[in-house]
């Protein structure tokens, strides 16, 4: 479409890297809340929730600080979308620092904008980056149409899989 049909991307492990060292040591070992109903960090300001197709799944916590399977660089996961809370933190305090780590993250240091053109092949690493779509106008009108195919892998090919190093 001429309009829209851009991807938003952030580099989560280069907005790792540039946080200060008492921020890092803070957030090593907090385990972030995940309700599938919907969070309170939405990724964007204007993303709602309510998904109520999902209210059967259950309710789970990840850590806030992972590391890429294969180069071991930490980097923060899971701060947006579902997020809705830290284990063993108020829910007041856990939003605050969930926010303030969103908005880190979205800084335009870290962030690159990729257009889908006709052809367009996009690859990026679900370990490294968050991701979202810019809105765009969906028709049926010659020249409008969006039709892409989207093709995702599981896990890591036997070459890759290997002890991870540590920082």
Same mark, same amino acid.
């Given at each position: 479409?001429?309009?829209?049909?851009?991807?938003?991307? #952030?580099?989560?492990?280069?907005?790792?890297?540039?946080?200060? #060292?008492?921020?890092?040591? =803070? @957030? /090593?070992?907090?385990?972030?809340?995940?309700?599938?109903?919907? &969070?309170?960090?939405? !990724?964007?300001? +204007?993303?709602?929730? *309510?998904?109520?197709?999902?209210? #059967?799944?259950?309710? $789970?916590? %990840?850590?806030?600080?992972?590391? %890429?399977? $294969?180069?071991?660089?930490? #980097? !923060?996961? &899971?701060?947006?979308?579902? /997020?809705? &809370?830290?284990v063993g933190w108020s829910d007041d305090d856990a939003i605050e620092l969930l926010l303030r780590l969103k908005q880190h993250v979205l800084d335009e240091r870290f962030r690159q904008v990729a257009r889908a053109? +006709?052809?367009? @092949?996009?690859?990026?690493?679900?370990?490294?980056? $968050?991701?979202?779509?810019?809105?765009?106008?969906?028709?049926? /009108?010659? *020249?409008? =149409?969006?039709?892409?195919?989207? @093709?995702?892998?599981? &896990? !890591?090919?036997? /070459?890759?899989?290997?002890? $991870?190093?540590?920082?």
């Amino acid at each position: 479409p001429s309009n829209g049909n851009d991807t938003l991307f #952030a580099d989560t492990t280069a907005a790792y890297a540039a946080l200060d #060292a008492n921020t890092k040591a =803070r @957030i /090593a070992d907090l385990r972030v809340v995940h309700d599938p109903r919907g &969070g309170s960090v939405p !990724l964007l300001p +204007e993303e709602t929730r *309510g998904d109520s197709s999902s209210s #059967a799944l259950p309710v $789970v916590d %990840h850590p806030l600080v992972t590391r %890429h399977p $294969v180069t071991g660089r930490p #980097a !923060l996961f &899971g701060f947006s979308g579902t /997020a809705s &809370g830290v284990v063993g933190w108020s829910d007041d305090d856990a939003i605050e620092l969930l926010l303030r780590l969103k908005q880190h993250v979205l800084d335009e240091r870290f962030r690159q904008v990729a257009r889908a053109d +006709e052809g367009s @092949i996009l690859v990026w690493d679900n370990y490294s980056v $968050v991701h979202c779509a810019t809105p765009t106008t969906y028709s049926d /009108a010659d *020249g409008e =149409r969006r039709m892409l195919y989207r @093709i995702s892998t599981r &896990g !890591l090919p036997p /070459a890759l899989k290997r002890t $991870v190093p540590t920082e």
